[in-house]
């Protein structure tokens, strides 16, 4: 198989060591570059089983992480129920100079909600509430307009299925209408039969917006979390023009195959870096990883491993 991404390093760049409160496990980080700074968002589980968000920041994006000594992101009982039992796997959108949206999962008794906050500065946030209801999580939003209207990325479950479908809102990040079917989970025995998410936040290319998603498969008895590409449309994200259908990334060295859950990767976020896009994600559930891929190459498997063209654009939409 073609080897796109590199992983940064001998093993994690963050674990639960890292940490002050010394959790179980450091996981899917939503990341942003604020001036010349990489900040992470990982997900913190406490040896409760509670998940928060915490702040992680680097000058070089691989080492010397500071992590802030209080969550950005907690359970906060009675104002936000919906939240009772944690806040889960961030995924952050520069919206214009200064500030940025984060999509995060809010888990309660009644199941995983899609939630979005505010941040200027990512040492305070502005919540917005529950704005999808369970059970929903995976979200994440474009950083820009199309024909004056917000989309957002989600993943419902419908009927036991769990597809990348997409809502839109005009005028502010609350109401959010006019769903549609993105990408589907394709079933049988593909890699990404048993079910999809989106990953890292829609990154925009000179051939379109390229979506990096996680999809799982059934084997044995557990599923196994790997990475696929889609390329969307750059005027209006809502089409795919192509979809890999081998997996990019999947679970190989021990820190990823091993863990809380193992054969594991999963993201949240990615940066670009010139022609560079840099992976942060988590391993086994535990740690978090660093992979480099160069965005050419990322087209380029894209392009090779197409199937839509293959099989016919409305099939292979619908599967």
């Known amino acids: 198989m073609q080897e796109v991404f590199r ?96 999509a995060y999962t809010a888990v309660s008794r009644y199941g995983p909600a899609v939630a979005l906050a505010v941040t200027r500065d990512f040492d305070t946030v502005e919540r917005l509430g529950i704005v999808l209801s369970p059970t929903n999580k995976d979200a994440t939003l474009f950083p820009e307009r199309f024909n004056e209207k917000w989309i957002m990325l989600h993943r419902p479950v419908t009927g036991g299925q769990e597809h990348i479908w997409h809502a839109s809102a005009e005028g502010d990040f609350i109401h959010w209408s006019r769903p549609g079917l993105l990408l589907p989970e394709r079933g049988g025995p593909w890699w990404d039969g048993l079910r999809i998410g989106c990953g890292a936040q829609p990154l925009k290319t000179e051939e379109g917006w390229l979506l990096i998603f996680h999809g799982a498969k059934e084997m044995g008895d557990r599923p196994v979390y790997r990475l696929g ?17 081998e997996w990019v990334f999947g679970p190989e060295t021990e820190y990823e195959q ?20 840099w992976l942060y994600y988590g391993a086994a559930d535990t740690v978090i990883g660093l992979a480099v891929a160069k965005v050419s190459d990322l087209l380029d498997f894209v392009h090779k491993h197409d ?13």
């Open 7 to 102: 992983r940064v390093g001998g093993g994690p760049i963050l674990t639960p060591d890292d940490i002050p409160l010394k959790p179980i496990a450091v996981l899917n980080p939503g990341v942003a570059m604020v001036k010349d700074e990489t900040v992470l968002l990982i997900r913190v589980e406490d040896r409760q089983g509670i998940s928060e968000i915490r702040v992680a920041r680097s000058a070089n994006g691989v080492d010397n992480w500071k992590v802030a000594d209080r969550p950005l992101l907690e359970p906060d009982l009675p104002d936000y129920p919906y939240e009772e039992w944690g806040c889960e796997d961030a995924r952050v959108t520069q919206m214009g100079p200064g500030q940025w949206i984060i």
């Open 307 to 319: 199937f839509i063209s293959r099989i016919g654009r409305d099939k292979g939409m619908v599967q």
């Open 258 to 277: 091993r863990g809380l859950v193992p054969d594991v990767v999963y993201t949240c976020g990615a940066t670009c870096h010139g022609d560079e896009i």
């Open 229 to 245: 590409l889609a390329l969307l449309d750059r005027d209006d994200p809502r089409r795919v023009l192509q979809r890999a259908s």
